[in-house]
């Protein structure tokens, strides 16, 4: 775990040798359980280390992580980001919501093996929750890696950030196209672009985006549509056909 320690290092976030051991045992239970079930196509540890762990804590150049706010993680997956953030900022409160059942009882069992607190992990569509009470605008910070057009994911997920709180999209490379035909969706669902952040991860050249979008008013309820509308529909996005 070295290298994750001076990567770690160079964006000036300090991991212990309890956190150093806990990114240790996540890696090998995400090897393991990648043999009976598909949670990530990478699984080499120098590149987890680079692309699931430093690209997930990497979340300090877009928000104040020393504070004890509510972030929730939303098509988490095989738990990123939302499982290194909570090793690394063990002050955030972290819920990580998934479609698939299998990968949060995989999730649920590190959460378990690392004793992780005010965590947990919940099994549903995105769609769903978000008209609950309990979840919708609850939570200060929502964050996503899911591979989506950026006018799909707010649709997702502004409907569960209060308002005066942010939806942070994690993006490859450049994203002004996309975030060009977003534009229309983000301020449909209470949404400002607020700060758009071009990094590289340390000592590699894999370019990363941070896209920060500010709740300013509260979302329609009439978001999100139903299920599968926001991925074919997306607002405001022309859909080209193919001929």
Do not use: W
């Amino acid at each position: 775990m070295e290298q994750l320690k001076r990567k770690s290092e160079a964006l000036n976030i300090v991991l212990n040798e309890k956190q150093l051991a806990m990114f240790e045992t996540y890696y090998e239970m995400l090897v393991e359980k990648n043999k009976v079930m598909n949670l990530t196509a990478i699984t080499e540890k120098n590149e987890v280390i680079d692309k699931h762990f430093i690209d997930s804590i990497s979340l300090k150049k877009a928000m104040d992580v020393t504070k004890p706010v509510k972030v929730l993680d939303l098509g988490t997956g095989a738990g990123f980001p939302g499982i290194p953030l909570k090793i690394a900022y063990p002050n955030l409160q972290v819920m990580l919501l998934d479609s698939l059942n299998k990968r949060i009882k995989f999730l649920q069992e590190v959460i378990e093996e690392l004793s992780l607190e005010e965590i947990d992990a919940i099994h549903g569509r995105a769609e769903d929750y978000a008209k609950q009470s309990g979840y919708r605008e609850q939570f200060d910070i929502c964050v996503s890696r899911a591979v989506a057009n950026l006018a799909t994911l707010s649709e997702y997920c502004l409907p569960y950030v209060k308002q005066g709180g942010c939806f942070i999209s994690y993006k490859s490379g450049a994203v002004q196209e996309e975030l060009e035909q977003s534009k229309k969706a983000i301020k449909e669902l209470g949404g400002r672009v607020k700060e758009v952040i071009p990094f590289v991860l340390p000592d590699t050249d894999i370019e990363r985006t941070f896209v920060v979008i500010e709740k300013v008013k509260q979302t329609p309820r009439k978001y999100p549509r139903k299920a599968g509308l926001p991925s074919k529909e997306p607002i405001g996005v022309e859909i080209k056909e193919n001929k």
